[in-house]
T-cell receptor
């Protein structure tokens, strides 16, 4: 059974810092991995999608990497801003989509 | 990216009544749809997976008679919460995907049962 774990559960950093969010999964037979952000009480915003054949994806200040063999992905956020404050969710797709519990990120002005 | 429309975005109902939530893929044919629920400050929990034209597969612990899922067409799936009770109050999100594509998510439905 696929399990997705995100570390840390919560993170507070000063504005401007670079940070890394971690995601691990137990079954490496995935089709893709996706990072989302969720603002309080809102739906999901897709940030980056990495296909199983890819190693990383970049969008603006965001970079996500995928190491299938070790069952790990990281989301790197450069030059963090207060607007980045949200919950970040990692999800893997094999025959279904399984989410981690998320990392609550708070950027301190 | 593709668009998934979920309706309603919020609903308040009386205890004992049933509520239907719709999930539509607007510009693609969704062969598979997923339904999730999310309690406050918790992650999304998969409730069931439905493939067009077949019965939904429910996750362990999810009552299929309480959460009726219908995926009658390639663009529409519905989740009906039957005989809703306050403990069913939650945020429900659907997701839709075509074969060999990424999944796209609706914006969610906040259900409050009073």
């Amino acid at each position: 059974k696929q399990e997705v774990t995100q570390i840390p559960a919560a993170l507070s950093v000063p504005e401007g810092e670079n940070l890394v969010l971690n995601c691990s999964f137990t079954d490496s037979a995935i089709y893709n991995l996706q990072w989302f952000r969720q603002d309080p009480g809102k739906g999901l915003t897709s940030l980056l999608l990495i296909q199983s054949s890819q190693r990383e994806q970049t969008s603006g200040r965001l970079n996500a990497s995928l190491d299938k063999s070790s069952g790990r992905s990281t989301l790197y956020i450069a030059a963090s801003q207060p607007g980045d404050s949200a919950t970040y969710l990692c999800a893997v797709l094999d025959d279904k989509i399984i989410f981690g519990k998320g990392t609550r990120l708070h950027i301190l002005p | 990216g593709a668009v998934v429309s979920q309706h309603p975005s919020w609903v308040i109902c009386k205890s004992g009544t049933s509520v239907k939530i719709e999930c539509r893929s607007l510009d693609f044919q969704a062969t598979t749809m997923f339904w999730y629920r999310q309690f406050p400050k918790q992650s999304l929990m998969l409730m069931a997976t439905s493939n067009e034209g077949s019965k939904a597969t429910y996750e362990q612990g999810v009552e299929k008679d309480k959460f009726l899922i219908n995926h009658a067409s390639l663009t529409l799936s519905t989740l009906t919460v039957t005989s809703a009770h306050p403990e069913d109050s939650s945020f429900y999100i659907c997701s839709a995907k075509a074969v060999a594509t990424e999944a796209f998510f609706g914006q969610g439905t906040r259900l409050t049962v009073v």
